[in-house]
């Protein structure tokens, strides 16, 4: 079985349809569909069966590509080896959501540059669910999940916790309740809220709800931690936010009592990396363990 057809077997694992692969490795639809056929002749068994219009890895297909994984992972560790001893550098891939790479890309580039690593990041804001098809993509995909959510669990996949950041309420400097440092759920019963879609306020709101029996206001919805700073420095409401993501000097930052609430970051990466993939990890992890509660 030949190495590139192997990959495109795994690329079809990870991305679910021969158009995305064929994007993906830059070749047309009828060559994927081709190769993974000649494939399935060396392996001497279906990999592919039917689904609707389109196909689905079987029992078989899906225990080669762990295979896969395997023989990819034992190419790319030899051909970083190889081009160490060419440039002295290994590159890897790494994707972060915003608010985590500004907390800690910048360690880990320096770290990573006096360990002759050449660490390529990329944004990427992706709910929990969709941050392990990303490393169909990257060698790496920091990503963030409500503490009480259970961590991925894929076979093709592995999870190295990296921190645990609080989630607290911000109010306005000039708010009764910024006379204090905390804040007890049921204070919080009447304000107008404002919200981010999804993960991590949603979660904590709804617990909110369960304590207090009263569903929260939520008045306004954005898309981003800035503007959500700068409503809520302007009076227009309160909001919560993780805590190592508050900036803004108009806003106070109240720890929350009666609920628990953090998000948990996690770097994502395939079993058996490679040497400079395993390193950046250990990289992110000891930046995280200086910040993570």
Known sequence: MEVRRLRLLREFADRESIGAVADAMHMTPSAVSQQLKVLADEAGVPLFEPDGRRIRLTEAGRALVLRADEVIAAVERAQEEMASYRSGRARVRLAMFPSGSTLLLPTVLD????????????????????????????????????????????????????????????????????????????????????????????????????????????????????????????????????????????????????????????????????TAVAQVVELLMAAGAEHGQ
Not at 185 to 207: C, K, M, N, R, T
Not at 214 to 237: C, K, N, S, W, Y
């Open 111 to 274: 770290r990573a540059t006096e360990s002759g690593i050449e660490v390529h990041a990329f944004h990427l804001d992706v709910g929990y669910p969709g941050a392990a098809p990303a490393l169909a993509d990257f060698d790496i995909v920091v990503t963030h999940r409500d503490e009480r959510a259970p961590a991925v669990n894929r076979s093709r996949v592995r999870v190295a916790e990296l921190m645990r950041e609080p989630v607290d309420v911000i109010v306005p400097v000039d708010s009764p309740l910024a006379e204090a440092d905390e804040v007890a759920v049921s204070e919080l019963a009447e304000h107008d809220w404002i919200s981010v879609e999804g993960f991590p306020v949603d979660d904590v709101l709804q617990s909110i709800s369960a304590v207090t029996g009263v569903a929260p206001r939520v008045t306004q919805r954005m898309l981003d931690f800035t503007t959500i700073e700068a409503l809520v420095a302007g009076g227009h409401g309160i909001a919560l936010m993780p805590r190592f993501a508050v900036r803004h000097p108009g806003v106070k930052r109240l720890e929350l009592k009666g609920v628990r609430a953090a998000r948990v970051y996690e770097a994502l990466v395939r079993p058996r990396a490679r």
